[in-house]
């Protein structure tokens, strides 16, 4: 087998040193294709370095290119869910704010209904009658029930608030 030339050795290094400075092939394979006596060989082996480079290179892209649209679907999916959270929490609030007013509305009218009731009692000189007598009972007893209820409350968060100020100065 004959040797080469130093003209065809400096073409086989001129193709190493510019496929390198592109990118087109690593390090290892310039040492490989540099140590191949046979100036063909050598030029082949730099051609399918070169593909192989070129493939990796492309499946790399398509990875990343997968890999973008991933985190992008992933993405919208966590902002639809964010909307959707938004909305459920938006739609409560207005429930509990109607429920709120419905109740606080109720509670007026049997109010009213009772300050009437003890008005015309009161005005006439009538006692109330028993159904009237039982209905009133029924609603200063709960008023009052309620008003024992938030001052346990209140007494239930002070204690608290004092247990977390112990706490805080030790």
Do not use: C, H, W
């Amino acid at each position: 087998e004959v040797m080469p030339d130093i003209s065809e050795r400096q073409f086989v290094e001129s193709m190493i040193q510019t496929a390198l400075s592109a990118g087109m092939i690593e390090f290892e394979d310039a040492f490989r294709v540099r140590s191949i006596k046979n100036t063909k060989l050598a030029e082949m082996y730099l051609t399918k370095a070169k593909k192989n480079k070129q493939k990796q290179k492309m499946e790399e892209a398509k990875q990343n290119s997968e890999m973008n649209a991933q985190a992008q679907q992933q993405s919208a999916m966590v902002a639809e869910q964010a909307r959707q959270q938004t909305v459920q929490a938006e739609t409560q609030g207005k429930l509990a704010v109607t429920t709120t007013e419905m109740k606080m509305k109720q509670e007026l009218s049997q109010q009213e209904f009772i300050q009437n009731i003890l008005l015309k009692s009161y005005e006439t000189g009538k006692p109330l009658t028993e159904p009237l007598q039982a209905l009133v009972d029924e609603f200063f007893t709960k008023k009052q029930q309620e008003q024992m209820a938030m001052q346990q409350q209140a007494m239930q968060e002070q204690q608290m608030a004092e247990a977390q100020a112990a706490e805080g100065q030790q």
